[in-house]
């Protein structure tokens, strides 16, 4: 067994993993020892079905060092006159060339690939997938990028039993199967159920041979309104001072959710049906608009179980057959995991510090721990924001970012950092107002006002549904 050393072990080369080193690499001069069981950075990325693209623009994706893509608007597609968005492959490249053109260069970092940590071991161990040859580490600090437990259909086997005669594939096996079938039945309702129907009708299947299982409906965000850069700043900040409005003004939640629709920054398939799942899934209004092309929607909860004839789900049963494909579409890239501290000791757990902003959580958590020493202070600027799943936590989860912003304003530094963070897709200096101009600081006055009402009543409304 060898014996490595180390400032910190990072365990987990996915994006957090990633963006939290980069911190470090560029702020300190603190050694490094990475350990990943995949064959190269990116995580979930490397194992992701081949169509995947990022959600949100590569703009503000990736490490803060270093720009992902070309910053080029598409001039074609569902995405047309919008930011770029990063392919898997495109990201994985990205991660591996952060990794052997930045990490491993500067002498700092040592990575160790195709190897499994354990966490059960009495001190900080890990072993070769490939050898079984074993490490030791003795590290300042163990920083834990595994945390957020991200999982993709490819990962496991679907949760419902599939029998003999079944074709039942994850997403990844869609482009190998073109054309073997007449039917597809789209198993799951979010991010990646959305990306597999887009897929079908991109390829000129036709609406009418997919069936698609919507356990639950979900509301989307538009991402017009989620686009770094000069050109945008306006409709967003419009959109923005809209949204607050709505938030003052809400009699219920559900009023609130209504209002905050009628904004444009939210969307659901179905006028008629009311969403009851909030997961940050991102899409433009022409995606939906071929989405509701699909009229086969199965609304009878999860699916039980799949045999030659029938697919069994919760609330009843639907007629099925040996021409269809399933693709299992059902796993959980957004698992609710408990908060826990961020900094304890010498162990880091890396979580959102803002909604569905992984990356840019994971380096801020970076930045916060090259710059300050108090754990306390350490903690009450990281305060872990769990992802979303329902209506209501578009509420908390709102509340909690806001209170997290405020907080790092007043935070001497903070904001000078989050003005130049390539990851803080919200703010930059070229989107900012000039507070010194006298329209903008009446604006921004009369909008914190209103954004002080927005905070007490978006409280109520949680506190009167809880
Ligand atoms: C399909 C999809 C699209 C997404 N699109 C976007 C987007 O557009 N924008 C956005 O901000 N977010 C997006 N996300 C969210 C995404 O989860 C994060 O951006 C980010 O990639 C998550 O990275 P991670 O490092 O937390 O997790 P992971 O990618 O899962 O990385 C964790 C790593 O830890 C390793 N690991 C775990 N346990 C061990 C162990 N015991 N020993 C060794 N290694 C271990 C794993 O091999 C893995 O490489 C998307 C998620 C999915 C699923």
Known sequence: MQTLTAD????????????????????????????????????????????????????????????????????????????????????????????????????????????????????????????GETHQVEAGKIVDATYMHVTVPSMRPPPYAVADGVACVPPNGLPGVAGQYDDYV????????????????????????????????????????????????????RNFAAQTEAAADAESLEDLLEKVAATGFIMRFDEAVWPTMWRCATVTSAELEQLRRIEQIIRKGRVRSISTTEIALDDGTEPTHTGALHVDCTADGLERRPAVPVFDGNRITLQSVRTCQQVFSAAFIGHIETSYDDEALKNELCTPVPHPDDNRDFV??????????????????????????????????????????????????????????????MQRKLDETA
Request: charge should be negative.
């Open 186 to 237: 789209i198993v799951g309702a979010g991010k990646t159920g959305m990306d597999a129907c887009l897929f079908l009708l991109k390829n000129a299947v036709a609406p009418s041979a997919i069936k698609w299982i919507m356990p639950r409906d979900s509301w989307m965000f538009d991402r017009a309104f989620i686009q770094p850069g000069k050109a945008f700043a306006d409709v967003i900040n």
């Open 8 to 131: 910190y072990l990072v365990v987990g080369g996915g994006a957090m993993g990633m963006a939290f080193v980069d911190e470090l690499i560029t702020d300190t001069d603190a050694t490094v020892v990475i350990v990943d069981r995949c064959h190269q950075p990116g995580g979930h990325w490397n194992t992701a079905y081949p169509f995947v693209r990022l959600h949100q623009p590569s703009a503000f994706y990736g490490v803060n060092s270093r720009h992902l893509g070309s910053d080029a608007i598409d001039q074609t597609g569902w995405n047309a006159g919008l930011f770029e968005l990063a392919t898997s492959s495109e990201v994985c490249a990205y991660f591996d060339q952060v990794m052997q053109q930045r990490y491993l260069p500067s002498g700092r970092v040592q990575y160790f690939p195709m190897c499994e940590f354990d966490w059960d071991a009495a001190t900080p161990t890990f072993r070769s997938l490939m050898s």
């Open 396 to 457: 908390r989860c709102n509340l909690a970012n806001n209170r997290n912003a405020a907080r790092w304003v007043a935070e001497p530094g903070l904001a000078e950092w989050l003005l130049h963070a390539r990851l803080d897709g919200f703010s930059n200096p070229e989107t900012t107002p000039d507070p010194r101009d006298p329209e903008v600081l009446a604006q921004k006055q009369s909008l914190s006002q209103i954004a002080e009402k927005a905070a007490v009543n």
